[in-house]
């Protein structure tokens, strides 16, 4: 195991970013930049040992600094949607962006937490942890939050990103990691090849807008459906309202097991290099994207990216939970701790 530092480039201000790459016995590397926490590479063996980066994004910081897919980003204070941009937590009303129609994405485009610097900390020979101090009003949100997310690559193949927050006010804070995942290589074209498994039988149906109705809706007999691995493309475009709405895949599956218990979220895999991905969480929710949405854009080492490159599984609350108190909520409470764990695991299948 090791960990390294290198330059990744300047912002148009001058301001200098650093690249973090952490090594595993096994040749797995990932690599996270400390300007916005960004996952920059992942290099992953397939069933014959060659090592590819599975995930979309740019050579340097300044391709960071636009990236309006998000790819690789830490997202906060709240990943997802707000309906009508405003939420009232302790009788209070706060409004917040309006930056997605009439409702409020990810927070803040300009000035998310994927656009900004943390700092770095080396942990070990395995780990590094990035914070950063959001002030009591940011992007529109109460409390003074202070955050972490630290990037861990086990020698078991494993990728787990730890999230903590702490806050001296009631907030809102629902952090997750958005980064774009195709296991043929990132520079491999469509991902809509590649299987997936959900481990949920329900969803949170949403309007026009992508902002949930507070329902839930059983997926059996519907496109939605992925209890077993199926092929993502098969049914992305069936006549649908849902997937109308989402321009193909892109909406919250509810996860099958108890709150709060770290458990499987889902299954990606590749047939064509043999890799496969399973995701585990303790959240309550996956996002999951198919990249409908994707604008053509050059990438790494000049690649370009296109609509369904690549699919997201997010982790996270529920979209637009503060809105609905029947979904659990993502209030972290003034002067608690909030922590939370993802992990991305790598086998051959």
Request: aromatic share 10%; with cysteine.
């Amino acid at each position: 195991m090791s960990v390294s530092i290198s330059d990744f480039g300047s912002l148009k201000d001058g301001s200098k970013a650093s690249l973090y790459t952490i090594t595993n016995k096994n040749g797995l590397k990932a690599e996270i930049t400390d300007f916005g926490a960004n996952l920059v590479r992942l290099f992953v063996p397939d069933r014959n040992g060659k090592l590819d980066d599975v995930v979309l994004g740019f050579d340097d910081a300044e391709g960071y600094s636009e990236n309006p897919s998000y790819f690789g980003s830490t997202i906060g204070r709240n990943a997802n949607r707000i309906g009508n941009a405003s939420f009232v937590l302790d009788g209070v009303t706060y409004k917040l962006d309006v930056n997605d129609n009439e409702n409020n994405l990810h927070s803040s485009f300009e000035d998310g937490y994927n656009k900004r610097f943390f700092k770095a900390q080396i942990k070990g020979e395995d780990s590094v942890c990035f914070s950063l101090s959001s002030k009591d009003g940011d992007q529109g949100f109460p409390g003074n939050l202070e955050m972490s997310v630290t990037y861990t690559l086990t020698d078991d193949d494993e990728l787990v990103l730890t999230y903590t927050g702490h806050s001296d006010k009631d907030t809102i804070f629902n952090p997750t990691n958005h980064s774009y995942f195709n296991l043929s290589g990132h520079d491999s074209g469509s991902a809509m090849h590649c299987r997936l498994m959900l481990n949920s039988v329900r969803l949170t149906p949403v309007v026009d807008g992508s902002i949930p109705t507070g329902e839930y809706m059983e997926l059996e007999g519907t496109p939605f459906d992925f209890k077993e691995l199926t092929t993502i493309g098969d049914r992305i475009d069936d006549k649908d309202k849902l997937l109308a709405i989402g321009k193909g895949y892109d909406i919250n599956y509810v996860i099958d097991k108890k709150e709060n218990e770290y458990g499987l979220a889902g299954i990606l895999a590749d047939e064509k290099s043999g890799r496969k991905i399973t995701v585990y969480t303790d959240l309550p929710g996956v996002q999951f994207y198919a990249g409908n949405c994707i604008k053509t854009q050059k990438g790494k080492n000049g690649v370009t990216y296109k609509k369904r490159h690549a699919v997201c599984l997010e982790t996270q609350f529920y979209p637009d939970a503060i809105n609905h108190p029947n979904f659990p909520q993502p209030v972290l409470k003034a002067n608690e701790e909030f922590k939370s764990v993802t992990t991305y695991k790598f086998e051959v299948c």
